[in-house]
């Protein structure tokens, strides 16, 4: 038996807008039903049907849009619990950001948004994937899937400064992506530089050559607003630099400091040792006469 209704599914698949609204609605209530019995088991049915049968139709452009309102009712109709289905809901949306239609992939960052907002961190074990998809989208052709990746970024920005974020596994693609000719994939990568920059459990500086020559590249860029915003970047790197190697200085002064004084001490040390020797031999020599 299909773990969507018949009706529901027609909905779902229907050509307005509204149809498919109503679809998802009663998908998040059939899942908000699902959690209250604790039938996880039909919760990933309806998930993989939703996958299935309608994200990855090849057939219907309409299935596609409504599976995608209806994973982001999923999570939604999940709530707290949606932390256990994270790694089923995600990456069927973001096969969708290179859908060859605009309208889909539209569908897709507005899919991810919410489920985002109900996620929060849970979702950044999938960072590297977003990144990539929000960075080819920021040069999308079409306007409305441009404002609509933007405003994912946005909130993706957000939730990374308030979350832990493993910095050592998005390296590795940044130092891809920074080489990138494409003057809004540029501002995209540089102004998630300056945000990472901005968290202080974030350290730059010290993976600041994986990225530096790819924002050194970006120089030459006719885009004056792009050539002004590295240029800051890379001003503000060399306040943080300078200010790093301040402090190392600081610390070997103290250190040499320290080092010339433990010398002093044991200088001291020896001569007060030789003083009482020569004391001793002194009063034995008296006490022989």
Not at 224 to 251: G, H, N, P, R, Y
């Amino acid at each position: 038996m299909n773990a969507i209704p018949p009706q529901v599914a027609r909905n779902l698949s229907d050509k307005l807008y509204e149809r498919r609204k109503l679809g998802a609605l009663e998908i998040e209530n059939m899942i908000q039903e699902c959690v209250r019995n604790g039938e996880g088991l039909k919760t990933m049915e309806i998930i993989t049907s939703l996958r299935k049968d309608f994200i990855e139709s090849t057939t219907s452009m309409n299935a596609r849009k409504g599976g995608l309102i209806s994973m982001a009712a999923v999570a939604l109709g999940l709530g707290e619990g949606v932390e256990h289905y994270v790694s089923c809901i995600v990456p069927p949306v973001l096969g969708c950001f290179r859908d060859a239609d605009h309208k889909v992939r539209y569908y897709a960052c507005e899919s991810l948004y919410n489920i985002v907002k109900v996620t929060r961190g849970k979702v950044l074990p999938f960072f590297n994937e977003i990144f990539d998809n929000l960075c080819q989208l920021a040069a999308d052709p079409d306007k409305t899937v441009k404002n609509g990746a933007e405003l994912l970024d946005r909130l993706i920005k957000e939730v990374v400064c308030k979350n832990r974020f493993n910095m050592e596994l998005f390296i590795p693609l940044l130092s891809e992506r920074v080489l990138i000719t494409s003057p809004d994939c540029r501002r995209f990568i540089v102004s998630w530089i300056r945000v990472l920059d901005s968290i202080p459990s974030i350290d730059m500086i010290r993976v600041l050559p994986h990225f530096l020559d790819g924002l050194f590249q970006m120089l030459s860029d006719r885009n004056e607003d792009i050539k002004q915003s590295v240029d800051t970047c890379l001003s503000e790197f060399l306040v943080k630099i300078k200010l790093v190697a301040a402090t190392l200085e600081e610390e070997q002064k103290q250190l040499e400091g320290s080092l010339s004084r433990n010398n002093s001490d044991h200088n001291l040390i020896t001569s007060l040792a030789e003083q009482q020797q020569q004391q001793q031999q002194q009063q034995q020599q008296h006490q022989q006469q």
